[in-house]
């Protein structure tokens, strides 16, 4: 168990909704990234952020927010869905800026699986 | 521009072989760190080994190590006596130094062991 949540594990929805998906991170990590991979591809990083602000934008496309509130939990939203934006989602946190004392290695939530018909 | 290249899109090696999985970096940081991550069929990213840019030496982690080659701007992994449970996809990561915390990920290599 990497200690993060993500909830919903599987959404399915049609094209054209919305959906919004949910990271809590690891206790004491400040910094909270997203990521797409679709199938059989490899992680796309979308966004991140560090205690509540937005830190670095991958390519995540304008139909995509995300923010992250005072008690670090994170959102990432989906909008005007369509079938290419069917993909696991991962949300990864870390304790933070990177230093001598810590790697800022990834802790991985188990993926929100989003299906659009 | 940060970037991470996997030039292999799968494997098959031996059971019980040794395997070198490629992975070869750009940046323009100085301060940077590579990361591993294997996912299983289930799905699920399992952190391997991480290597910083000014370690000295390589690391190091049970079956696992990494061939840090910094002229080269290479990061490979190698696994040694390879295990069926290995057959998974692998990926290479990088992460720049602060205050730049992005971290990228390669297209990854899928890994199958033959009994």
Redesign the interface.
């Known amino acids: 168990d990497?200690g993060v949540t993500q909830t919903p594990k599987h959404l399915i929805t049609a094209t054209g909704q919305r959906v919004t998906l949910r990271c809590s991170p690891r206790s004491g990590d400040l910094?909270v990234?997203w990521?797409q991979q679709s199938l059989d591809?490899?992680?796309q990083?979308l966004i991140?952020y560090?205690n509540g602000e937005e830190?670095?934008k991958?390519n995540i496309l304008e139909r995509f927010s995300a923010q992250q509130f005072p008690d670090l939990h994170s959102e990432l939203n989906l909008s005007s869905l369509e079938l290419g934006d069917s993909a696991?989602y991962?949300c990864?946190s870390?304790v933070?800026?990177?230093?001598v004392e810590s790697?800022?290695?990834?802790?991985?939530g188990?993926?929100s699986r989003l299906t659009v018909l | 521009a940060q970037k991470i290249t996997q030039t292999q899109p799968g494997m098959f090696v031996q059971e019980k072989e040794a395997v070198t999985l490629d992975c070869t970096y750009d940046t323009s940081d100085p301060s940077y760190?590579l990361?591993w991550?294997k996912q299983p069929s289930s799905?699920?990213?399992i952190?391997l080994i991480?290597q910083?840019s000014y370690d000295q030496q390589n690391a190091t982690e049970g079956r696992y190590s990494l061939n840090f080659q910094k002229a080269r701007k290479s990061a490979n992994l190698v696994i040694s006596a390879s295990q069926l449970g290995d057959s998974a996809m692998y990926?290479c990561?990088m992460?720049e130094?602060?205050?730049?915390?992005?971290?990228?990920?390669?297209?990854?290599t899928r890994l199958h062991i033959l009994p």
């Open positions: 990497s910094s990234y990521y591809q490899g992680l990083f991140q560090y830190r670095a991958g696991l991962f990864a870390s933070g800026t990177s230093g790697t800022g290695e990834l802790f991985f188990e993926g | 760190g990361f991550y799905g699920e990213m952190f991480y910083g990926f990561a992460r130094g602060p205050p730049n915390d992005k971290i990228i990920f390669g297209k990854g």
